[in-house]
């Protein structure tokens, strides 16, 4: 059966890392028997100049009706000055919302090739993989009321709410102990329950699902301070994470910059169905767009996870990781990944070198 694809490119760099991805698919629907059909929409601030909308319905629709969305980027600073419901982001919020993408994966693995690229020490971070699973439609970044006052005396105050229902909790909790099963049925559940009320309501589901559905698997529990130090210190401790939309947030940028590069690292983010929008999760960078230097392998490995996780094909996504691995043998490195020995490699260079692992 044919699946759809939808694909976004939205701002930036965001064409250019779709551009090398859709190169991929076409070799593997070539060489490999994988049957997609793909079809391109706008988002985003590209989206905003061509209709007044950073998330047209005409692509809400399309989105829908697709099995699986790549997604490139949004934003840029050309667009920072308009009202926050008319900014690209918020099109990417709106298209998590309206689909029920509730749960953002977010892995950290890191390359041996690449081990020189992180910032701590080689024995600190080699072998490292981690997934966290963060919880993305609730928490504070949706909770009401939010809004802007003045009180009284006639001072500004802001007001945004942290709120969970047990039923959130309860299904991002499921997709995070299914996963820890497929990994080292190791899971770790962050939460500030010390102090916040929403995290001891979280911190008690968990415990309750764990206990009737998951107790083949290892459920620890960490204050998100000390889990945020942690992954510093001795992130190899960490198998599977779960946790919510704010903390989720803060924790997974942590886990990025372990692997060496924003570049490349890949993300999913799933409904109850596993339908998914997959995305880098570098953003637009407007610095370098056009210039041929952005680095793709973040989105063909989101690409990989499609595969996996929405398209049920775990050959294909385990040869496109291959590929990429393959890839970075061969010693090219984007600009983000350079070391003193390795060749500078382009965009495409860097795609088509995947490309060509693939034969």
Known sequence: ????????????????????????????????????????????????????NPLPEETLEKARAADA??????????????????????????????LGLFANLRPALLYPQLAHASTLREDVVSGLDIMIVRELTGGIYFGQPRKTRTDMGGRRQAVNTMLYTDGEIDRIARVAFDIARRRGKKLCSVDKANV???SQLWRDVVGEVHEKDFSDIELSHMYVDNAAMQLVRAPKQFDTIV?????????????????????????????????????????????????????????????????????????????????????????????????????????????????????
Not at 2 to 18: A, H, N, Q, R, Y
Not at 288 to 303: D, F, H, K, R
């Open 196 to 198: 916040l009320e929403v």
């Open 69 to 98: 969305i790549l997604f490139g980027a949004v934003g840029g600073p050309q667009w920072d000055s308009l009202p926050r419901e008319s900014r690209p982001e918020s099109g990417l919020l709106r298209l998590r919302s309206e």
């Open 1 to 52: 059966m044919t699946s759809k694809i939808l694909v976004l490119p939205g701002d930036g760099v965001g064409p250019e890392i779709c551009r090398e991805t859709i190169r991929v698919i076409d070799a593997l629907q070539r060489d490999h028997g994988l049957d997609v059909e793909l079809e391109e929409g706008l988002v985003g601030g590209i989206a905003y100049e061509e209709t007044g």
């Open 243 to 359: 946790t919510g939309n704010l903390f989720g947030d803060i924790l997974s940028d942590i886990a990025a910059m372990l692997t060496g590069s924003i570049g490349m690292l890949p993300s999913a983010s799933l409904d109850e169905n596993s339908k998914g929008m997959y995305e880098p999760v570098h953003g637009s960078a407007p610095d370098i767009v056009g210039q041929g230097v952005v680095n793709p392998l973040a989105t063909i490995l989101s690409l990989a996870m499609m595969l996996r996780y929405t398209l049920a094909r775990e050959d294909l996504a385990d040869r496109v990781e291959s590929a990429v691995g393959d890839a970075l043998d061969r010693g090219l490195r984007t600009r983000d990944i350079m070391d003193g020995e390795a060749q500078v490699a382009s965009t495409g260079e860097m795609g088509g070198a995947v490309v060509d692992m693939l034969q």
